[in-house]
């Protein structure tokens, strides 16, 4: 991607430092160490991944903001694939979703909570006071 800038602030120093590169390397290395990394769309990843037993975090784009990390990233129709095929998981998962009409009724079938947090990055209009966001899993949250 080009042109984009999550998570910096031009006002700000940058936060790496060559002098530290060796302890920054060992202190990753230890804990990637039994870490798998994989590139792959999320349909593929979780076909490949689900089982009993497994836990899945998933953070895709905000609703409405689909094209945000790219043309054809991911698509409002993919919203739908996700959650069929999160209706036939084996294992839980965990999804976090801005509180949207078009998410909800998307992922209606699931456990949905609503939450208010804090956005801490992107401009300063969208960093205003709380916002509404929502956690669906297919477990019973607490």
Not at 61 to 68: A, I, K, S, V
Request: charged share 25%; with cysteine; hydrophobic share 40%.
């Amino acid at each position: 991607m080009k042109g984009r800038g999550f998570g910096v602030d031009s006002r700000q120093g940058a936060r790496f430092n060559v002098a530290r590169l060796e302890p920054m390397l060992a202190d990753i290395h230890e804990r990637l160490a039994g870490v798998t990394i994989e590139q792959l769309p999320f349909d593929q990843f979780l076909a490949r991944y689900d089982r009993p037993g497994m836990l899945f975090y998933l953070d895709p784009p905000y609703w409405g903001c689909e094209t945000d990390y790219g043309a054809d990233m991911f698509s409002r129709d993919d919203f739908a694939r996700l959650a069929g095929q999160l209706a036939a998981a084996r294992g839980k998962f965990l999804l976090s979703i801005n509180d949207t009409p078009g998410a909800r009724e998307c992922f209606a079938a699931f456990q949905v909570r609503p939450v208010e947090t804090t956005w801490t990055i992107g401009t300063a209009e969208t960093r205003k006071g709380k916002v509404g966001e929502l956690l669906i899993s297919n477990f019973e949250l607490p």
